[in-house]
């Protein structure tokens, strides 16, 4: 977070105007929004956003944007299915709800508690007195935001999908956080507006964070990658929205992989071919013991661009049955298919809403989520996950997610925004979608001659 005001992260001096303006640094560029001078330089806010996976926080000033701490977490309902259509059925019990809303309280208060007294002790080692912590808001998928919120998720368990609440709104979050630890009595809670069942809060934040607020006549696209990717566009000419969720399977997040991980210290996260030697990025720069969706992304890219698997995904030495990516790590045959599955749906997605806009000559594509933040993009095109007509001008968000959460922290103005987007947003069911599947199949094999 940088202050605008001052240019600097420390407390801004002498008089300041009525509004100043923030920025949030994202991979792809500067977000702009504004905090009203109400705020005090004692005033802390926390994001939150809140994954299938991962819980991500990352508090803040509210006074000048100031960004104070961050830190993220597996998230505790895993125990209880890797993925949203098993919490679901987890959730149709009372007790198994009760397991699935105590369990993400429990942690979202502890986080909280946590974030706020790394903060308080910054401040009072700065001498700057005490924090008051004023606000909280929380981005999640329809499903997060629901259990956060106790609220029954049942009518998401099959068709007509219900959800049990828009959301958008804030309240004070001792009604929600008080039983688990949180004993703030004047802290707010804000929950992102969610536009569908499986299009939620996590990705209406990643749409301000692209600026499909902006009425800039220009055609966005945004694609959260992941175990459940989120899609969207706004047409430029018309300012319609259209989106929609895609099931990619586990492979991005390295399930279903041999020597597959999540983005943990140890695993590839990218790999470059130098003298016909593959070289690999390993996060914390040591020995490579497993290969994260960003790598898998990659390795096959130059397995690909050098001729190891041909158009198909096959293996052009039919005697090996894997390729060696770095030491112990490889890839099989198998690894190799579940990857294309997961890139057609994403790929197809993507094409769909292609076919909901006018055509333009360069629309911005904004890759969001953990997953896009070490993302090179030159290899998501070259393998095929994102369309040819697509490519010209693709961007990596990052975490879109707890950016728009953050923005909300300060801006009512773009809650408004939010709920807007949220309500003009037109969800698309590809499982209803005619064409879908054609689309798919067609997106599985690689273009020939890549490289």
């Known amino acids: 977070m940088i202050c605008k005001v001052c240019s600097h992260c420390g407390l801004c001096p002498g008089d300041l105007p009525v509004e100043k303006e923030i920025s949030v640094l994202t991979e792809c560029g500067t977000e ?6 109400s705020f005090s330089p004692s005033d802390i806010g926390i994001a939150l956003d809140i994954g299938t996976t991962t819980i991500a926080l990352r508090a803040v000033s509210l006074f000048d944007g100031h960004h104070l701490c961050s830190f993220g977490e597996p998230n505790f309902q895993s125990k209880f299915g890797s993925d949203v259509v098993s919490r679901i059925s987890f959730s149709l019990t009372p007790e198994g709800f009760e397991k699935l809303h105590d369990s993400i309280c429990l942690q979202v208060s502890r986080m909280v508690v946590k974030a706020m007294q790394i903060c308080q002790s910054a401040f009072l080692a700065k001498r700057m007195g005490r924090v008051n912590f004023k606000r909280i808001s929380v981005a999640g998928n329809t499903v997060m935001e629901s259990l956060l919120a106790g609220f029954d998720v049942s009518g998401l368990a099959g068709w007509p999908f219900r959800i049990p609440e828009s959301f958008g709104f804030s309240s004070n ?11 703030q009595e004047d802290c707010e809670i804000y929950f992102a507006p969610v536009a569908g069942a499986f299009v939620g809060g996590d990705t209406v934040a990643a749409m301000v964070a692209a600026g499909f607020h902006l009425d800039d006549g220009k055609t966005k696209f945004l694609a959260d990658i992941g175990t459940n990717c989120e899609m969207a566009v706004r047409n430029g000419i018309t300012g319609e929205i259209h989106c929609t969720s895609t099931s990619a399977g586990p492979a991005f997040e390295g399930f279903g992989i041999e020597c597959g991980s999540g983005a943990v210290e140890g695993s590839i996260v990218k790999v470059d071919m130098e003298n016909e030697r593959m070289v690999c990025s390993v996060i914390g720069g040591g020995k490579a013991k497993s290969i994260a969706g960003t790598g898998l992304v990659s390795a096959v890219s130059q397995f ?8 198909t995904g096959a293996f052009t030495d039919e005697s090996s049955d894997r390729l060696v990516v770095s030491g112990s790590v490889y890839l099989t045959q198998n690894d190799i298919r579940n990857f294309q599955l997961a890139k057609a749906s994403v790929c197809s997605g993507l094409k769909i809403l292609c076919d909901k806009v006018a055509k333009v000559e360069i ?12 993302l090179d993009v030159g290899d ?6 994102i369309p040819e007509s697509l490519s010209h001008q693709v961007a990596s968000l990052g975490n879109g997610s707890l950016a728009g959460a953050t923005m909300f922290l300060v801006d009512d103005e773009l809650r408004k925004k939010a709920l807007e987007i949220a309500k003009q947003s037109q969800v698309l069911d590809l499982a209803q979608y005619d064409g879908f599947q054609e689309k798919f199949v067609s997106s599985i094999n690689f273009k020939k001659n890549v490289g």
């Open 32 to 37: 702009l929004f504004h905090t009203s001078n």
């Open 173 to 183: 979050a001792k009604k929600y956080l008080g039983a688990y630890g949180f004993d």
């Open 304 to 311: 690909l661009k050098n001729g190891l698997i041909d158009a």
């Open 363 to 374: 629309p911005e594509v904004y890759l969001a989520g953990g997953f896009g933040v070490s």
């Open 380 to 385: 998501s095109v070259s393998v095929g996950m």
